[in-house]
């Protein structure tokens, strides 16, 4: 008699309802293994095999079923599964207490604020790190940025990793950019992810800025909600990734003036409530002397608000202690 399969032994083919033919658009789209397909829409699967939207809910069911997600757990269970999640240095001990031990993976974490925050050189500091060793506080992993304003620079990647000891060159091989053009754009490159990370691993995914071309394509209030709903799909793109690469999301946002003050600064983040729901971690940064930041926690799941001093020179994010 043979053995009863484990669920890591089935493929896209044992599903019910899924072909030859089926299941090679499967993989062309990027639903090549369980849990890709478990955490797919319905709709999205329809368009990409052509199939009713009944048809593709139930294949996401049974996917759902063999990877043993969708369904209720205990918090006992929960937890346990909780240990799966690991944490990124951001490069300052401070803002890694205040994170409680770094970025998570499996979450999205934002850092938001005026022009000259620090908001892209943590971003470049967070590339580095992951490139890392595991006892450094990296994943020894490669990175996905997503540049929608041009802020990348090579030139700070070899200052940072010179500090840090690590090879500069061997960082940059390791660190994957694409330049976003427009909305559409920084959403399709965010959804074919997954085929670019076939190659190679990428445990950290960085969008600077996530809101500059939707701000700037629509604009005014008749073309808002057309906007916050690809904001949405977008969100919930990189949201996935986290989940199936159990990678950190790591996104830049601008703000905006408002005539109410927010925690002592006259600004908000752009997004709204659709990102403010689905970033996980949300961190507000705004300068002080003597290239300091003052970066505050302001919405975890399970962390209180806080806040933080963090020193950025030409070495990077550090403690203001070691600058």
């Known amino acids: 008699m043979a053995e009863k399969k484990v669920a890591e032994e089935y493929t896209i083919d044992d599903l019910p309802g899924v072909g030859e033919a089926t299941a090679e658009k499967l993989r062309e789209a ?19 095999t052509g199939i009713g939207e009944g048809a593709a809910a139930k294949i996401i069911a049974a996917a759902r079923k063999y ?3 969708g369904n209720f757990e205990t918090g006992e269970q929960i937890l346990e599964r909780r240990k799966e999640i690991q944490k990124l240095t951001t490069g300052s001990k401070a803002l890694d207490d205040l994170l409680g031990g770094g970025l998570e993976t499996q979450a999205i974490t934002e850092f ?12 470049h500091q967070l590339a580095v790190n992951a490139t890392m060793p595991k006892d450094k506080g990296g994943f020894d992993t490669d990175v996905l940025i997503l540049d929608t304003e041009n802020t990348f620079r090579p030139e700070r990647i070899v200052q940072m990793a010179n500090f ?42 960085i969008v600077d800025s996530l809101t500059s071309h939707f701000r700037a394509e629509y604009m ?5 909600a057309e906007r916050q709903q690809l904001l949405n799909r977008h969100m919930h793109t990189l949201l996935k990734y986290s989940t199936v690469s159990n990678a950190v999301i790591a996104v830049t946002n601008q703000v905006s003036a408002r005539p109410d ?53 030409e070495d990077g994010i550090c403690d203001v202690q070691n600058a």
């Open 30 to 48: 990027g639903y090549d293994n369980m849990m890709t397909l478990a955490v797919a829409s319905p709709r999205d699967l329809a368009e990409v």
């Open 164 to 205: 840090r000891g690590a090879d500069p060159d061997e960082t940059l091989k390791r660190i994957h950019v694409a330049r976003a053009y427009n909305s559409h754009h920084q959403i399709l490159l965010a959804e074919k992810a997954a085929d670019e990370t076939k190659e190679y691993q990428a445990r950290l995914m």
């Open 67 to 69: 990877a043993d997600v």
């Open 261 to 313: 003050v927010f925690f002592g600064d006259p600004t908000a983040p752009i997004g709204g409530n659709i990102v403010g729901h689905t970033a996980t971690f949300r961190v507000y940064l705004r300068k002080s002397k003597a290239g300091k930041r003052i970066a505050r926690l302001v919405d975890s799941p399970h962390l209180p608000e806080g806040e933080v001093v963090v020193q950025i020179s």
């Open 220 to 224: 005014g209030r008749g073309s808002l």
């Open 112 to 123: 938001y604020g005026e022009f000259g925050s620090g908001k892209t050189q943590v971003m």
